[in-house]
Structures are given as C-alpha cells and as structure tokens.
C-alpha cells in the first residue's frame, strides 16, 4: 500500500534534526561536532521550507487576532 | 329500586349528558359512551337504559357489547411487548402495527395501536430521550395498552405509554452483539494498528453534504492548506438515514482510491453537529469493515463526546468532536516544525559552546604550556648558572694547583739544570749525539765527547 512519501520525508528529517541535537549535547569530543553539525544542517535544509511556512501562518493567525 | 349490579350502558344525546352526569353516570372514553356505575339506582337512568330490541342486533349493538365485554375484562392498561411493524406519525398523531413474532420469524399476533395530541407527542419524546432515538420499524418496545372497540374502526390498541429502558436494552443487546463481532473479527484493532501519522500534508475529509455544522473545523484547518501545508480532499456522504452507511461506505473506498494515487496520512470522518440520535446510523457492521479496511488511520470525530458508535470503536482515533480533529491536525503540524526549528537552534547554541569551551580549554593549555616553558627555562638558566659558578671555581682551582705545581716543577727544573749541575762537578758524556749516562750505553766508537762548565773535550776509550 503507497505511503505518503512527502510527509515521511519531513517526519525523517525532523527526526534526523532530534538526534543531531542529542549527539551534539551529549557530545565530549570536540573532533566529532562538526559531523553532528553537518547531519543537523542537511536535516535542517529538508524541512526549512515547511518550518518558514509554519512560522508565516503563525504571524498571520497571530495578526489577524491583533487585528 | 333496582340497583346496578354492574356498569350499564347508556344511550345519552349530547344535550342530556349534564343531566346524566349530576346522576352519577360516568363517561367510557373508549366506548364513547356514558354508563350507570355498579351500585346506582337504576331507576333514575331508566330513560336512557339500551333496551334489548326484538329481531337481530346491529352491528354498533355487537360491538358496544364486545367493548362492555372487553372493558371488563381488563379493566386497566396492561404493559405488553411487541415489536413495530409499521409506525406512521402525522402530525401529532402516531400510527403503529405491532406484531408479536414467533420463534420461526412469521407472524404470531398483529394489532393496529395508536396515541393522539399531546400524549403522543409527550410518550415520543420520552422514548426518544430515554432510548437516544426515535421510534422506527423493527425496534421491540414495550407498551402500556388499553383495547379500543369502536363501532366505526373495530379493535384496536389505545397506546398509554412506552417503556424507553425495555427498547434502550434492545437497542444496546442489538449493539453488544455487533461489537462482539467487530471484536471477534479484529475489525476495532485493525485501523490501529496501522501507522499513526506523525505529520500531515495530505488528509481526506469524509463529512456530511451540508456544511453548516463544520464551520469551526474549516476555520481551524484552513490555514494550513492556504500556507500550503496541508491539503484536504473532501468527500460527501449521507450521515443520517436508510443510506448513512451505503455512503460512508462509498467516500472511504473513493478515499482509498486517491489514496493510491495521491498518498494520504489520514482519513477523517466528521459530522457537524446533529440529533445525537441519528449517531444509531453510525452503528452498522459495513462502515467498521471499510473503516478497517481504510489504508491509512481514520480519525472520527463526530460530535458526540458521550456515546462511542460503531465508527468510533473501528476508527484508529477517536475524537470527539469536528474540532479536535482540526485542533490535533494543526497542533500536530505546528508543534513538528517548531521543535525542529528549536532543535536546530540548539544545534546552533551547542556547538557554538562547544567549541567556545574547546577554545578556551585550547587557551588555558597553551597559557600553561607558556608558563610551563618559561619556569623551565628559569630553571635552567639558573642551573646553568650554578653549573657555570661551580665550573669558574673549579677552574680557579685547577689553576691554583696547576700554577702550584708548575711553580715547584719549575723549582726542580731550575734545581736540576745541567749548566747548573756541571757548575757543581757534574759533566755531560756524549757518544755522537746520543748521551752515555753509563759505561753499558757506550755504542764501542772507542770516541766519546765530555762536556764541563766551561767547555767541551773529546777522550778515547778502550778495553
């Protein structure tokens, strides 16, 4: 049975962006950082449309509450 | 005096009923007579007493005698179950066929009942309140009845009341058995079971054709899909009557279709608003089998908090009303993006103070090492300048007894010099150039040179 892929791929990278976070402050060396840097900002790059997307309906329902 | 040993009929015209009435007569609503009670004196009625005639009775007599017969025999409304047939209701009358069934399914006993006006109206919404629906064909009821024998429409039943918790039993028996077998069958774990979406992009909306009730659920979810976060596909179906469930039925296959081409995270079945009594047409086998059968989870949320119907014990979640729905929806979407956005910030935030500590910790080590070097190199300096102290008097030293030393060579040198040493008696015998300390270093030249303080003189030797 088909399976939404677009949503799947935003559910990976958010989960991707969780892990990153979590090995970076967990992280005690610093030689290793920029490998959890790295999955965080490719991670990031997937779902920085939706996030900008989330955070304009945001404003946009926040502003027409000020209106 | 004759009194009435029992009730005796009257034939009273409408303007004589005061008249009766101040006797004592009382009025039989079913027959639609007045009557001389047991017990009266029979002489003040005797005007109006219904003679036996001569020859063959009417067929009004027949019946009026019948009803005498019938109303004494059971003289009160009696409870008896049944179950509906047909039910008419016009207006604030209702029309029933009540059949009792045997244990083959055919008809055992069939009777015409009826209620008028404001009993009717007032048994009705008893029954609808009590049973959470209202009456309809093929429900078993139990009913308070008196008999009605009218001359013009024959035998028939008088409907006093009907006992809401006798059907309410029936309505939920009927309900348990088809929640054993969804149970039995898996279809209320089956939508379970499947994956539970995380976040949502695309969501099939099965919902009523009017949309007046979802107003709230359209605002809350709208957003989302003019953001161009979500879509929503909306599918129409009945909710409500005879084709509530052939429709929902319908709207979760053409759903599964689009699913197919066009993947959903969701399916959610939505009424808005509505007679908590129509939530019994949700109550069907068919829509629990499409339900678990759906390729994706179903939400319901079908505005009824209280009651869970078939749909809500099949669907993988259960809201409870339209608005939860949207709120979960757009709560769930909302919430994704702002922990990842939050995430990434900490990503940001961490290791900048990592490597922030790293640096300093890369500082504080060199600053160490700095130190370190210097403090050595004072030590050394300072041991090289020991070293240098103790080696500048260590030379003095050697100095002093070399100088020492040379000074008393020097005496013994001055002592033992020859041209001081030939000044006292000494002389010096050569042979060629080599000295001849002794007679045994003579090379046997036979010549030999002797030297004195004040001169040189050669001498021959022989054996």
Redesign the interface.
């Known amino acids: 049975?088909?399976?939404?892929?677009?949503?799947a791929t935003?559910?990976s990278?958010?989960s991707d962006?969780?892990k990153?976070?979590e090995s970076?402050?967990n992280?005690k060396d610093?030689d290793e950082?920029a490998n959890?840097?790295k999955s965080?900002?490719e991670a990031?790059q997937v779902?920085k449309e939706?996030?900008n997307?989330?955070?304009?309906?945001?404003a946009?329902?926040q502003g027409e509450h000020k209106d | 005096m004759a009194i009435a040993t029992e009730d005796t009929y009257l034939e009273v015209p409408f303007a004589e009923k005061d008249k009766v009435k101040r006797l004592k007569a009382r009025w039989d609503s079913t027959m639609t007579k007045w009557y001389a009670p047991k017990g009266v004196e029979l002489d003040d009625f005797k005007e109006w007493i219904i003679e036996a005639t001569e020859g063959p009775a009417t067929l009004s007599t027949v019946i009026a005698q019948m009803s005498i017969a019938i109303s004494r025999a059971m003289p009160a409304p009696q409870w008896c179950s049944a179950e509906i047939a047909e039910i008419n209701i016009s207006g604030a009358n209702g029309y029933f066929s009540l059949v009792e069934m045997d244990g083959q399914g055919s008809v055992a006993a069939k009777v015409r009942a009826s209620a008028f006006g404001a009993k009717f109206t007032a048994i009705r919404q008893k029954f609808i309140e009590g049973v959470g629906t209202d009456l309809a064909v093929g429900m078993k009821v139990l009913v308070l009845v008196k008999p009605n024998v009218t001359a013009k429409y024959g035998m028939s039943l008088m409907i006093e009341g009907i006992d809401p918790n006798y059907t309410l039993g029936g309505v939920a028996a009927q309900l348990k058995a088809l929640l054993d077998r969804i149970s039995h069958e898996g279809l209320h774990q089956a939508n379970k079971s499947k994956h539970s979406p995380h976040d949502f992009t695309h969501v099939a909306i099965i919902a009523p054709n009017e949309a007046a009730g979802l107003g709230d659920f359209w605002r809350d979810v709208s957003p989302l899909q003019d953001a161009g976060l979500c879509r929503f596909s909306k599918f129409s179906a009945q909710f409500q009557g005879e084709r509530a469930g052939a429709e929902i039925c319908l709207a979760i296959e053409k759903a599964t279709q689009l699913h197919n081409a066009d993947p959903l995270d969701a399916i959610v079945i939505i009424r808005g608003g509505g007679a908590a009594t129509d939530l019994a047409w949700l109550n069907q086998y068919d829509i629990a089998k499409a339900v678990a059968n759906a390729p994706v989870q179903v939400f319901s949320g079908i505005g009824h908090e209280r009651d869970d119907t078939v749909l809500d014990v099949a669907a993988g979640k259960r809201f409870g009303t339209p608005s939860k729905v949207s709120a979960y929806i757009t709560s769930t979407v909302i919430s994704n993006a702002v922990k990842a956005w939050d995430d990434f910030s900490n990503i940001n935030r961490s290791a900048n103070n990592l490597i922030k500590s790293a640096m300093d910790a890369a500082n504080n080590k060199r600053q160490n090492l700095l130190s370190a070097a210097e403090n050595k190199t004072h030590q050394v300096i300072a041991e090289l300048n020991g070293l240098k102290s103790l080696l500048a008097f260590r030379a003095d030293k050697a100095c002093s007894a070399a100088q020492t030393e040379l000074r008393v060579n020097l005496t013994t040198l001055m002592t033992i010099d020859p041209s001081k040493m030939l000044g006292r008696g000494y002389a010096i015998v050569r042979e060629g150039s080599q000295h001849a300390p002794t007679k045994a270093s003579l090379a046997g030249s036979g010549v030999i040179e002797i030297e004195f303080e004040d001169g040189k003189m050669e001498a021959r030797y022989g054996e």
């Open positions: 049975m088909a399976s939404n892929t677009v949503t935003y559910v990278a958010y962006l969780t990153a976070v970076v402050n992280c610093i950082v959890f840097v965080g900002v990031y779902c939706r996030i997307k989330v955070q304009e309906m945001i946009g329902i």
